[in-house]
């Protein structure tokens, strides 16, 4: 059934039946809210990024502060004396 006025706020429709309608309709706006993301469409996007990058970058930063704990242990390491 097509609307037959142009209200944007009203559903006209013209019918020579009797008979009980119901309305359905989405709410398009503000749809992104809340969105999945674009990589995975499975995770929900924490500032506009993949749930999985964020852990990529957190696991990498891991990483990193871990070498470098591990190559300052290292150096701060007492040499080989010779006797």
């Known amino acids: 059934m097509d609307d037959l006025d142009s209200e944007p706020d009203t559903i006209t429709i013209r ?11 989405v ?3 503000g749809a992104d809210s809340g969105a999945k993301c674009s990589l995975c469409h499975i995770c929900p996007a924490l500032f506009g990024v993949c749930c999985f990058i964020w852990l990529v970058v957190i696991l ?3 990483v990193i ?5 591990w190559r300052r242990r290292k150096a701060e390491e007492p040499g080989e004396r010779k006797s």
Do not use: K, P, R
């Open 15 to 25: 019918t020579d039946l009797f008979s009980s309608y119901a309305i359905a309709y």
């Open 27 to 29: 709410d398009t706006e």
């Open 60 to 62: 990498a930063v891991m």
């Open 65 to 69: 502060v871990i070498l470098v704990a």
